[in-house]
């Protein structure tokens, strides 16, 4: 492995349901949710004064699944390169959760769940959700765990977002906090992207607002909303990197068939994504990271202030989807408020996708200031003569 | 203390911080300076480096730092935030001296600033008689490499302060790692200053 880490193994996925009516989870929108699931795995040991635990927060089409394999599985988690013995995230020393969002599809209540009241699949009678939420849901969850304070909370993108909103919401239960590649609102460019790839799922008419479940899923939908993601996860460089203008094949082309290989790598992926997600759960997640503003009003100022967390802002110089210019107006927010933070803008020509990509330099940065974190600071002075 | 180990420059920013006060660090580099602080003066350190190499070493040493650069870096601070602001060696790569210096008053109640001095007799001999750029100890890059773009005597920074009503607290003027008591602006290759607003 890349840096030498190794695996923590076979894991499950474990299961949380709390939020039992009439005790529902009550939401942003005021609506109420119950019972609520969360699927969660764990990786490493907790310690006996609680204080090692780390929650890390997934991105868009995450999931639980963070690191290490699943019985018979070839794959590992989304983020096993930086989760594990040894790794930045590590295992041996520090107990890491990680846990599906609220509204997603892989093991957490979400549209496609069971309606109790219908014993249907809820479809769009799933409540709207927000980034507010997804951390409430979670903050029960570590309730449930014992963990009083958590070491930090991680998370790239909308895991980033969801680590912002932590620090907003929760500033006494973290101890620190990473946002990587993320903001603290959704811009009109992000979100437009994320409306064309809902656009491309509603009118596909298998969608049948959202009642396709037992039936034909609105697959063609779907693909090409993460067709749309996966273009805007990458960058100009990486692009022509990875694809060049090379073509599949020699073999004369049948007229708009996917004869270059960036044709066909997008085709690969918008097609492989819909055997795993749930178009309605693409809609409302989207939905929830385009509502985010943790500004909403606030002063920028003023949103962090108090915080005693340590913060370590992460950004990468080719990601034009969430640009270095949105991180470094948390760090700005981090300045005003004069909480203890960090910036680093990682050069990498990676695109958006860098923080899942970008190991070396993430595994420095991330590895040095939990250990600080942890253990206090241990300063030491090179000889200058 | 032992700090016979420390250059000069370093062992007079020591002697001139308070312990436990807070300190900025505009252009920390590896951010050896802050170590020493907190070993020394358990200070409060935060430094703003615009090199991501120097950001790793800073954060592998346990510092906070922001990439940033510090012609722009000070805005978001509120007034008197910090007890110093220390421009080692990097005012004069800034690109608005001026600005950034009172950018720095207005943030800190006091400020440290060390820099080559280009008025030191070698530099011009090497002017004079040799007719090129100099190249010394204290400037040691060549004209197509320097990071340094502008050049200032100990004599400049003296008026500038005066026409700025800036305070000059307390000044320290080195050659090879000693004091320079005399003619400083002839015989100091780097001049530290301890400035606070009037």
């Known amino acids: ?385 | 203390m032992r700090v016979d180990y420390l250059k000069l420059e370093h062992r007079v920013i020591l002697d001139w911080i308070e312990p436990h006060s807070s300190v900025l660090d505009l252009g920390c580099g590896d951010g050896n300076l802050l170590s020493i602080l907190i070993q020394e003066k358990q200070v409060h350190a935060q430094g703003i480096e615009i090199d991501e190499q120097a950001i790793h070493k800073c954060v592998a040493k346990g510092l906070s730092v922001f990439q940033q650069d510090i012609d722009t870096g000070l805005s978001e601070y509120g007034g008197m935030l910090f007890d110093y602001v220390i421009l080692s060696q990097s005012l004069q790569q800034v690109k608005n001296p001026d600005f950034v210096l009172k950018e720095a008053l207005r943030v800190s109640k006091k400020v440290i600033v060390s820099f080559p001095n280009f008025a030191h007799y070698f530099p011009r001999f090497q002017i004079f008689f040799g007719g090129k750029v100099p190249v010394t100890r204290a400037l040691p890059y060549e004209w197509y490499d320097t990071p340094n773009l502008h050049f200032l005597s100990i004599s400049d920074f003296i008026e500038y302060c005066k026409k700025r009503n800036i305070k000059i607290e307390d000044s320290v003027f080195i050659r090879k790692n000693r004091r320079v008591k005399i003619f400083p602006n002839l015989f100091a290759e780097i001049g530290v200053f301890l400035i606070s607003n009037r």
């Open chain 1, 1 to 385: 492995m890349a840096d030498g880490g190794k695996s923590v193994g076979i894991v499950e996925t474990k299961f949380f349901t709390f939020a039992e009516p009439p005790n529902e989870l009550i939401l942003d929108s005021g609506e109420r949710l119950g019972p609520v699931t969360l699927a969660y795995e764990t990786y490493g040991e907790l310690n006996d004064e609680k204080s090692n635990a780390i929650l890390v927060l997934h991105a868009l089409s995450g999931d639980a699944h963070a690191a290490g394999f699943h019985n018979g599985d070839k794959k590992p988690g989304w983020w096993d390169v930086i989760i594990g013995p040894g790794k930045a995230l590590d295992t041996e020393k520090y107990f890491v959760i990680c846990s599906n969002v609220l509204g997603g599809c892989k093991g957490s209540t979400g549209p496609s769940s069971i309606n109790p009241k219908t014993n249907e699949p809820y479809g769009l009678e799933f409540p709207t959700i927000t980034i507010k939420d997804i951390v409430n849901a979670q903050r029960r969850l570590i309730d449930h765990l014992g963990i009083e304070k958590l070491l930090t909370v991680v998370g790239g993108s909308m895991g980033g977002m969801q680590v912002l909103q932590w620090m907003f919401s929760y500033p006494n239960r973290i101890r620190s906090a990473i946002p990587i590649a993320t903001t603290m609102k959704h811009a009109p460019q992000q979100i437009a992207f994320n409306e064309v790839g809902r656009q491309a799922i509603m009118t596909d008419h298998n969608w049948k607002n959202g009642n396709y479940y037992g039936k034909l899923p609105p697959a063609e939908g779907l693909a090409v909303a993460r067709m749309i993601g996966h273009i805007t996860y990458m960058s100009d460089i990486s692009m022509t990197k990875k694809f060049g203008r090379r073509l599949k094949d020699n073999r004369q082309p049948f007229k708009f068939s996917a004869n270059f290989e960036v044709e066909e790598y997008l085709r690969y992926r918008g097609n492989n994504f819909v055997k795993r997600f749930d178009a309605n759960s693409y809609l409302y997640i989207t939905k929830a990271i385009d509502y985010f503003d943790l500004l909403n009003g606030n002063n920028v100022h003023d949103v962090f202030k108090g915080l005693e967390a340590k913060v370590l802002v992460i950004a990468f110089k080719s990601d034009w989807l969430y640009p270095a210019y949105q991180s470094q107006e948390i760090v700005k927010a981090c300045k005003s408020a004069g909480v203890d933070a960090t910036y680093c803008e990682i050069n990498s020509t990676y695109g958006h996708d860098a923080f899942l990509l970008e190991i070396e330099e993430e595994t420095h940065l991330i590895k040095h200031f939990l250990r600080t974190v942890f253990n206090g600071l241990e300063v030491s002075v090179e000889n200058e003569s």
